[in-house]
């Protein structure tokens, strides 16, 4: 009798190609006072073949390629930005659908790689660090949201779906809510930023656990340490301030902020700038509630916060946008944080998707990222920063690009490895956003931070990007014109030490003699017509020639 019941219930666990037919729900518990979040799949069944959607607030992917073999049922998603599809599995259990990643990569629910960008291979923006730990204390979360992954999960539990509608058919409450957006009118400069922004950013070090009492101990560090006065000027706060909204649309803050207003008047007492972070979609990377359809409001609550800087982050976006939408979703923000009083620092965050140099300062932009998230590893850091050669057309006083923020301190790479960091940011005009516990910060970290030698690289008025004047294998030559003179990098990518030269007239000096100074050793040097140096493995020799 027991075999008969066990056969039967397996029996049951094969799904009829019809039954998969029509709208599936998984809920979520919402995080930071946001909203239970809800994720659709409908699917459309002819024959043993399936399309259909998925959507949430999150997200939005179209499902191709869907086959019932069986009990087997694979399918692929495909978001607007990606070009490879995702593979996908799901599994009937008699009531419920479980669907989950073939192979661990099948779950992201937010944006691809910044390969996609034709940048830097590296981790997208929904697989970034911590995001499991944003989790508010008090807050439930389960399954792919647990594991800091979108809808679909690769790791953690998969998410189990429920049968609700047998009709195929996008949710009315994730349906776009706005007209359509009217193409870029460019707008004029904001003339902020006219060097790259220095400050601190809280996400590389703290994800989710940035909160009121560790952003002001970060501002005192900041102070005490001397980075304030070698121009580290803004405080962000990342993602996983936002709780919910207001009965009036207000944008709140959850428990680890008890009183923005408050702690960006503390902020602004140490000479120093605050930062937050949202994004154009319903939800943030990392779940919290975003800007969709509050876009005047919010920038109206920043600017009475007294908020200086804004990390605009797409994640979620393509839910509710098409990509004709894109740049335009942009401008909204930038209008908004133009009408909004006070003049904020506008940060586009969309890992270099659709050419955003070409439109980034046209829709108020004053930096915008060219890849995927940075990891605290020498791969990650030399893939991004090598890479940016090409993007120097697009920067300049008051529009820059960014390869996103600096790991240095954070314990991933040697010192000599963070010297190249800091260097080669420094020649690209990056922003330098450190993103490592400056509380507890050694002396030798702090001497790469603090290098005034090589900042004032950073922060030449001229405002050029440097580019790549000579490439031998590992071996790379960059040169950054300055207001007076030129920068000089030597950069070594390889696994031993190696002797390079660079010959002033290939850097576009003609002087015979021109003074040559050593940014990291802090002396000058006598090379009339070239230098020949040991560059360390992974290291640099950075030169001010003029
Ligand atoms: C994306 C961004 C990161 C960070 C996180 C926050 O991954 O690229 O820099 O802001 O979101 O969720």
Redesign the pocket.
Known sequence: MRNLVACILLLGSALPAADLGGTWLMEQAGRGGSQVRKTYYYFKVEGNSFTGQMVSSTDSRKVQNGKIDGDTITFETLGAFNDRPNQMRAAFNGEELTISGVGGRGGRGGPPPAGAAGAAPGRG?AG?PG?AGAAIPGTVITGAAAAGRGPGGGRGTPPVYKKISAVAAIPAELLPTHKPLPSVKPLPPNKLALTPPMGWNS?NKFAGRVEDKNVREMADAIVSSGMRDAGYIYVNI??TWEAGRDANGNILTNEKFPDMKALADYVHSKGLKLGI?SGPGRL???GYMASYGHEEQDAKTWAAWGIDYL?Y?W?AASGVYTKEEHAPAYEKMGLALRASGRPIVYSL?Q?GWLDVGEWGASVGGNLW?TTG?IRDSWDSMANIGFNQNGREKYAGPGRWNDP?MLEIGNGGMTDTEYRTHMSLWSMLAAPLLAGHDVRTMSDSIKEILLNKEVIAIDQDKAGHQGVRVRQDGELEVWKKPLAQGVAVALFNRSKDAAKMTVKWSEVGVTKKSPKVRDLWGHKDIKAPGEYAVEVPSHGVVMLKVN
């Open positions: 923006p970034a995001a996400w990342d993602d972070y943030t990377c990392a990390k982050d994640c965050c890992y990222r998230d996103d």
